[in-house]
């Protein structure tokens, strides 16, 4: 039998059909002898060798009688150690696994029928229960007593199937992984470019969008209108109604803007109470001032938030991409024309031009000016004298800030006070004033020269500075010999607990507190009563009609008799001829400012000033004759 099997094998090599680890080329060469030339025994058991090591079972069944041999290899296959009766049922059969039971036979049946050899590929099940998998190559030939026969070499791929369908699995594993990640990443960019709070495009869009416009200005690109909305009075629905009610309002001109905006436009929250509409080419960039003045006239409608019902106005900053180098830019002309619209009161559109880029540009070179000033240490005290009103003597000076600047010469506070305030810098220019004005007036007091008081103008944001006080030498000298005049909407508009806070600080210090420029912003007498302030500073403005009516005269008057009242004295600002001293003089006036008396000068002139005025008051006391004043 087995040297049947063994025969059979060496035919089906020769005839080239073996899927065997040997050589199945019959002319090759394994040990140097060609194969035809060694003997039917010596190629049996080199074959058996090859077959044990390449774990290939080999049947040989006879279709005729039905007698089939197994080697040892393919029962181990099927996981038997021997077949109770050999020939007795069909081991494949028996095996077979039920669902490839029909296709398996089935191809044997027509390899068999072609008589060619075939290949065939199906799942056994051993009797232990275990699922292998089965490749096998089989060829039918006819043997020597004239019988068909069917030879085939088994072998299991189980372990590569596993390892086949195990990497398929992690294949599919990863492509979920992938898509699962590939959404999350998509959520992920959403975010990245919407707004939470409204669902619109956020300013990471928005520049997105604008960096993709072609680079202007190109003649075969046509303009668009960018329009930087800003909300005015948000801050105070933030802060008067707590953030739900401000988130409500947001929602909702959200909407009122996604309602104006057309399919095509592209709409984005770019800041807290910000927004930016991109429109359409054409009519709609064409018409970009008219549609800025419906948004404004929308958003002047009472906004619903939580219950209230909040007016909030609305500026605009409109910009044509025909004016800038690219969209980004376009972007940044339209907030410089928003801050020019801001800079407006109430709601206003502003259009961006060539003049308001000049006029930035010269703020942004003043800004850096400023800055470069504060480093090199530009900024220095004028003094301005006041004078008792009832005997012209001199009862105190105000500090004013002056910038040397290095091409300009000496500059008044209206060329940098503002943008000072605007990059957060006025305090320090008063902290260094403060300074400085303090060392002066000691060096004064040192050389004998007669200055009561001395005031500081301070800013809002300076009484935050924790050297507030620092500066001045308040123990050793007598209280109100230092004064700090600030404007009444400091009080009115900010005096929060922090403020407060500071303002008790400065009485404990013994230092004055005086309110500037009374008279032009928001006059409140209760403001007055609660704050107590030692003197109130007539603005300009009121004392330059003075002398031209009754009318004016009386609301002098009346505010002169109203601070006595409440116990604060008068201080008379921009008294600028004779005439208006004498009459203030005689309305009963405390203090009087102005060009008519002392101009504002520099430390150094201030002294001389105040030499040349003690020799001429010794002088007057002699002749007994009053001197005109002199000017800076
Ligand atoms: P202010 O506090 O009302 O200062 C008086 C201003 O009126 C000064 O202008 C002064 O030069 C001017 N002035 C005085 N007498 C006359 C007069 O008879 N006629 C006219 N037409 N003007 C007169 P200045 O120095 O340009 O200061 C302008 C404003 O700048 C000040 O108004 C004050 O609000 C602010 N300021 C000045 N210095 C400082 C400072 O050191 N710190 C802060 N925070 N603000 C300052
Ligand atoms: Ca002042
Ligand atoms: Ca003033």
């Known amino acids: 039998m087995e040297r049947c099997l063994k025969t059979n094998l060496s035919r089906a090599i020769l005839l080239g059909w073996a899927d065997v680890n040997v050589t199945s080329e019959p002319s090759s060469q394994s040990d140097g002898a060609p194969l035809d030339t060694v003997s039917p025994d010596d190629m049996a058991r080199r074959l058996r060798l090859a077959l044990d090591v390449s774990k290939i079972g080999v049947f040989d069944a006879d279709l005729e009688t039905g007698h089939v041999t197994r080697d040892a290899v393919l029962m181990q296959i099927f996981g038997y150690d021997a077949l109770p009766d050999e020939d007795a049922g069909d081991l494949l059969e028996k095996t077979l696994h039920p669902d490839d039971r029909e296709q398996t036979w089935a191809t044997i049946n027509a390899g068999i029928a072609s008589g060619e050899p075939f290949f065939n590929a199906f799942r056994i099940i051993r009797p ?77 869009a928005l520049l997105h969008w604008l960096d993709s416009l072609p680079t202007l200005p190109d003649d075969t690109c046509p303009s668009r209108a ?53 429109l359409s080419v054409g009519k709609r960039s064409g018409n970009a001032a008219v549609i800025a003045e419906d948004i404004i006239r929308v958003l002047e409608e009472p906004i619903p938030c939580e219950g209230h019902l909040c007016r909030c106005g609305v500026s605009i900053g409109l910009a044509h991409t025909s004016d800038a180098v690219d969209g980004r830019q376009a972007l940044i002309n339209a907030a410089i024309a928003l801050s020019y619209a801001k800079a407006q009161k109430g709601s206003r559109a502003m259009v961006f031009t060539a003049e308001l880029e000049n006029r930035n540009r010269a703020i942004k070179q003043t800004a850096d000016d400023i800055l470069r000033g504060l480093e090199n240490d530009a900024f220095i005290p004028f003094y301005q004298l006041q004078f008792d009103a009832k005997t012209l003597e001199v009862c105190g000076v105000e500090t004013l800030a002056r910038w040397q600047h290095p091409e300009h010469g000496i500059l008044a506070p209206d060329r940098f006070l503002k943008i000072a305030e605007d990059i957060d810098v006025m305090w320090r220019i008063d902290r260094l004033l403060a300074e400085k004005a303090s060392a002066d007036f000691l060096r004064w007091r040192g050389e004998g020269l007669q200055v009561p008081r001395m005031s500081m103008n301070v800013s809002a944001r300076r009484l935050l500075d924790p050297q507030l006080l620092a500066p001045f030498p308040t123990k050793n000298l007598p209280k109100g010999t230092f004064v700090f005049e600030m404007l009444e909407s400091i009080f009115l508009d900010a005096l929060d607990g922090e403020m407060s806070r500071a303002i008790d600080r400065i009485r404990k210090a013994g230092i004055a507190i005086e309110i500037d420029d009374f008279g032009t912003g928001h006059a409140s007498v209760l403001g007055l009563t609660t704050l107590h302030p030692k003197r109130l500073k007539i603005d300009r403005a009121l004392i330059a009609p003075l002398t031209r009516g009754e009318r004016h005269r009386r609301l002098i008057a009346a505010i002169i008799e109203m601070g006595h009242a409440l116990d604060i004295e008068i201080v008379a600002e921009g008294v600028e001829t004779q005439a208006q001293i004498d009459l203030l ?48």
């Open 128 to 204: 232990d229960g275990e699922v292998r998998y089965i490749r096998s190559r089989s060829v039918t030939f006819q043997d020597d007593n004239g019988h068909k026969r069917l030879l085939g070499a088994n072998w299991d791929v189980t372990e590569d199937i596993m390892l086949q369908q195990s990497l398929e699995q992690a294949r599919a594993l990863s492509e979920t992984r992938y898509k699962a990640l590939e959404g999350a990443w998509r959520e992920i960019e959403r975010r990245a470019l919407h707004d939470q709070l409204t669902g619109l495009a956020n300013r990471h």
């Open 226 to 278: 960018i329009l930087h909305i800003d909300l005015n009075r948000f801050k105070e629905i933030n802060d008067t109604l707590g953030h739900r009610a401000g988130d409500a309002a947001i929602i909702y001109v959200a909407g009122l803007l996604e309602g104006l905006r057309h399919q095509d436009e592209w709409l984005a929250r770019i800041g807290g109470d910000e927004f930016a509409l991109m």
């Open 585 to 632: 003089r005689t309305m009963g006036c405390d203090v009087l400012q102005g060009y008519a008396l002392a101009r504002p000068m520099s430390a150094q002139n201030l002294a001389v000033f105040l030499q040349t005025r003690a020799v001429a008051v010794a002088d007057a006391a002699l002749r007994t004759e009053s001197s005109p004043p002199a000017a800076e």
